[in-house]
Each structure stands twice: as C-alpha cells, then as structure tokens.
C-alpha cells in the first residue's frame, strides 16, 4: 500500500455515497493549489489525466 492510498481510503469511507459534478471538482482542485502552490504541478498532471482518459491517442 501507498502512504497515499491511506488518504483515497479516507475520503472513500467520509464522502463515498455522495455524488460530485466534475465542476465541484475542479473547484475544489483550484482551492487546493491556491493554499498549496507547491503542488500546482502534481494537480495538473491528474486533472490533465482525467480529462484525457477517455482519449485513445493518449
């Protein structure tokens, strides 16, 4: 397991029943960038593999 998995985990267990538009989402993406810069480009990377995921040339 990945110390990272710990946290999927958690908000898997608090917030997995409820239903989120990818609009709350990317909302709560910038949210997080603005009080952690340091992680602009990790978001980016995910939020680009989210988006792309239904791409076949990628």
Do not use: K, S
């Amino acid at each position: 397991m990945y110390f990272t998995d710990r946290g999927i985990e958690e908000l898997e267990q608090r917030r997995g029943d409820e239903e989120v538009t990818l609009a709350w989402l990317a909302e709560r993406l910038i949210e997080f960038v603005d009080v952690n810069p340091e992680f602009e480009n990790p978001i980016e990377r995910f939020a680009t593999w989210l988006a792309r995921l239904d791409d076949p040339d990628d």
